[in-house]
Structure formats: structure tokens, C-alpha cells
């Protein structure tokens, strides 16, 4: 069955810095994989997602995602954090095999240091 | 509406009473998904209708609960006889897209659930 984990439920980066969230993924096939984000109150928001085009994903507020086969990872980056990105981020996949599913990680919450 | 609508945004049971969980979906969406996420925890799966059908009901966690969906839009999850395992929050989804492996889906806020 497709999961992915979400390494570090917590991160955080001062103003400015680069912002690296891990996902890896397990999966038997070769997946469709997501990220969501949660901001304070709000529902889940779609950041971007991989759907086996381009490896090098963009998304909205600056993000971008790298689909990485080799290291079954999908890691989610910005190169320089503001403030307003203090949330939760969620990874998620969808195995093309089996039971087709959205599956979500545990979850990051990322702070942002002034 | 113009998003994804749950109601009662807070809810606060008793052991052992019953509680209904309303959705609104983006009106014209023929998905609708039911998602379960406890504390600390990334939402799991209960549920997805496409119109009026319910699909998939596999991750519903027993028979207390139950999902419907009669005229293919608005939703209602019902929980019987809640226990202190069911607090959570209960997020609703929905897609314009049918099948659940579109991935694309538009939450709600979710509907906060504590029982005592």
C-alpha cells in the first residue's frame, strides 16, 4: 500500500531562510504526489503537485517540489521564508495501483523565527 | 458557495449521544470526501461519494458511523453513539473531477469534534 512519511513534525526557520520539508514516499508503482497546506483555521490548501510530467514541480507563494525516483522523495522547498508561511504542510500520494487514494503524512508545522 | 462549507464548526457530545456532521460542497462538484484527522495526525480517509453513491466507505472505523449523501450534493456524516476515540476533526472535500484519485481536492474548515 502507497504512504508517505513526513520526516520532522516540526521545523523551523528564521525570516528569510530556505525552507526544506522532507517527504519520502512508499509506493509500488510510480505515484502521483501531492502538498497540501493548512494554514491557522483554514482548510487544506493545494500547494502543487507531481503527476509524472515535469520532476520539478511549482506551486503557489514561491514554493516548488522536486520528484526524486531514485531516493523515492518529494521534497517540498522556498529559498527564503516570510512570515506568512507559518503553517502546517502535508504530504501526500496517490498509488496508480491498487486502492487509488489520496494518503497523507502526519504532518510539518513550520514556524517562522522574526 | 463559493468553498467548500461544514457546519457545526465546534461540537461538543456527550458519551454515548449522537452527532450530525453537515457538508456543503462546491456546488457542481460530483466528488465529495469524508476525512478523519486527529490530533497531531495528517487526515485519514473515511468515506467518498460520487453524486448521490457512496463508492467507498472503507475507512469508516465502525458501524456507528455512517455517511449519506441523497441528492448528490450536500453531505452528512453521522457518528451513533460517540465515544471519547472519536474526538477529532472531520474534514469534508470535494472535487470537480469523478474518482479518488484525482488528488486536486478543495477542503473544508472541518468540523471540531470533543466528546466527554
Known amino acids: 500500500a502507497q504512504s508517505v512519511t513526513q520526516l520532522g513534525s516540526h521545523v523551523s526557520v528564521s525570516e528569510g531562510a530556505l525552507v526544506l520539508l522532507r517527504c519520502n514516499y512508499s509506493s509500488s508503482v510510480p505515484p502521483y504526489l501531492f502538498w497540501y497546506v493548512q494554514y491557522p483555521n483554514q482548510g487544506l490548501q493545494l500547494l502543487l503537485k507531481?503527476?509524472?510530467?515535469?520532476?520539478l514541480v511549482k506551486g503557489i507563494n514561491g514554493f516548488e517540489a522536486e520528484f526524486k525516483k531514485s531516493e523515492t522523495s518529494f521534497h517540498l522547498t522556498k529559498p527564503s521564508a516570510h512570515m506568512s508561511d507559518a503553517a502546517e504542510y502535508f504530504c501526500a500520494v496517490i498509488s496508480l495501483q491498487g486502492a487509488q487514494k489520496l494518503v497523507f503524512g502526519q504532518g510539518t508545522r513550520l514556524t517562522i523565527n522574526p | 458557495g463559493a468553498g467548500v462549507s461544514q457546519s457545526p464548526r465546534y461540537k461538543v457530545a456527550k458519551r454515548g449521544q449522537d452527532v450530525a456532521l453537515r457538508c456543503d460542497p462546491i456546488s457542481g462538484h460530483v466528488s465529495l470526501f469524508w476525512y478523519q484527522q486527529a490530533l497531531g495526525q495528517g487526515p485519514e480517509f473515511l468515506t467518498y461519494f460520487q453524486n448521490e453513491a457512496q463508492l467507498d466507505k472503507s475507512g469508516l472505523p465502525s458501524d456507528r458511523f455512517f455517511a449519506e449523501r441523497p441528492e448528490g450534493s450536500v453531505s452528512t456524516l453521522k457518528i451513533q453513539r460517540t465515544q471519547q476515540e472519536d474526538s477529532a476533526v472531520y474534514l469534508c472535500a470535494s472535487s470537480s473531477r469523478p474518482g479518488q484519485n484525482t488528488g486536486e481536492l478543495f477542503f473544508g474548515e472541518g468540523s471540531r469534534l470533543t466528546v466527554l
Open positions: 507531481y503527476t509524472s510530467a515535469a520532476t
